[in-house]
């Protein structure tokens, strides 16, 4: 077995022990090529069929075709798919950069606040409809306490201090302090009553090891990764407002891989586009502390 069978082995055991383990499980999907990733390896290991629902936060300024891209192969794939957003912050324009708050308290409100809400059913959810292919708007429903989230510890500093099976309080508060050892594949599955758990199936994947499974699988990865032109190409998807291209020609996957393996963004954050992460210089974690993915 080369690395990527292993890491593919290794993620696909840890779906399928969430699964197991948790009933009220949920996974994230952000349209980026992590959460893509992800969701291609949950169908792998579930036999072509996702039985866990997919859980998009739209923060209502995601570049449009991100949108395009979810709703094409939820319909096309099937997905149990869930959209949450927090409305009432959009209406009262408490968002950067048209309202009164920085881009942090944004992703606060936008992000963090919507998921908390959204996963304990407190908030209305939009569930798409496989009979005709459009969206309706549910009031409550389940709550859910395992969420899958397609995190790596290389991305950036906090995540690195993930577990596969990570613990949060029922706020979905994290303490970073408080988590199991996992050892020798060893993971604590059984927690308290209320213990909401964020698992990380993709926690020991690279970004090189991201592009080099999406070339191998071709997985049909959003287009906003690659150059159309301009010689520029996003790294990492978030807001229009908080994200900014890198210089790049690269036009496939192979050509980013080739980038990857020389050395172009080896000083360079893969989250250095993510305008958010640099206004304070822990600014991330806390939200994380906070519940954002």
């Known amino acids: 077995m080369d690395r990527l069978d292993i890491l593919e082995s290794q993620s696909i055991f840890i779906l399928r022990e969430a699964y197991r383990s948790f009933k009220q499980l949920v996974m994230l999907w952000s349209i980026g090529k992590d959460s893509t990733v992800l969701l291609w390896l949950a169908r792998k290991a579930f036999f072509g069929h996702v039985p866990i629902p997919l859980m998009h936060i739209d923060t209502m300024f995601k570049v449009p075709a991100m949108i395009e891209y979810r709703d094409h192969f939820a319909r096309q794939w099937k997905l149990n798919m869930i959209v949450g957003?927090?409305?009432?912050?959009?209406?009262?324009?408490?968002?950067?950069?048209?309202?009164?708050?920085?881009?942090?308290?944004?992703?606060?409100?936008?992000?963090?606040?919507?998921?908390?809400?959204?996963?304990?059913?407190?908030?209305?959810?939009?569930?798409?409809?496989?009979?005709?292919?459009?969206?309706?708007?549910?009031?409550?429903?389940?709550?859910?306490?395992?969420?899958?989230?397609?995190?790596?510890?290389?991305?950036?500093?906090?995540?690195?201090?993930?577990?596969?099976?990570?613990?949060?309080?029922?706020?979905?508060?994290?303490?970073?302090?408080?988590?199991?050892?996992?050892?020798?594949?060893?993971?604590?599955?059984?927690?308290?009553?209320?213990?909401h758990v964020r698992i990380h199936p993709l926690l020991d994947w690279t970004e090189l090891n991201v592009w080099e499974y999406i070339s191998r699988e071709k997985i049909p990865i959003i287009d906003l990764y690659f150059d159309h032109g301009n010689g520029k190409r996003y790294r990492s998807l978030g807001c229009m407002p908080c994200t900014s291209p890198v210089d790049s020609t690269a036009t496939n996957a192979e050509e980013i891989i080739e980038e990857l393996r020389s050395g172009k963004f080896a000083n360079i954050a893969e989250r250095s586009g993510r305008e958010q992460d640099k206004e304070d210089g822990d600014g991330l974690e806390t939200l994380r502390r906070d519940g954002y993915m």
């Open 85 to 195: 957003k927090n409305d009432r912050a959009l209406k009262a324009k408490e968002t950067f950069p048209d309202g009164n708050c920085n881009r942090l308290e944004c992703c606060a409100l936008l992000k963090s606040e919507a998921l908390k809400h959204t996963l304990s059913g407190e908030w209305p959810r939009w569930v798409m409809d496989h009979s005709t292919g459009e969206y309706v708007k549910q009031e409550g429903g389940e709550a859910f306490t395992g969420v899958i989230v397609g995190a790596r510890a290389d991305e950036e500093g906090s995540r690195s201090k993930e577990r596969y099976f990570s613990p949060r309080d029922q706020h979905n508060d994290w303490d970073i302090g408080d988590q199991p050892p996992e050892l020798w594949n060893q993971f604590k599955t059984d927690f308290a009553p209320g213990t």
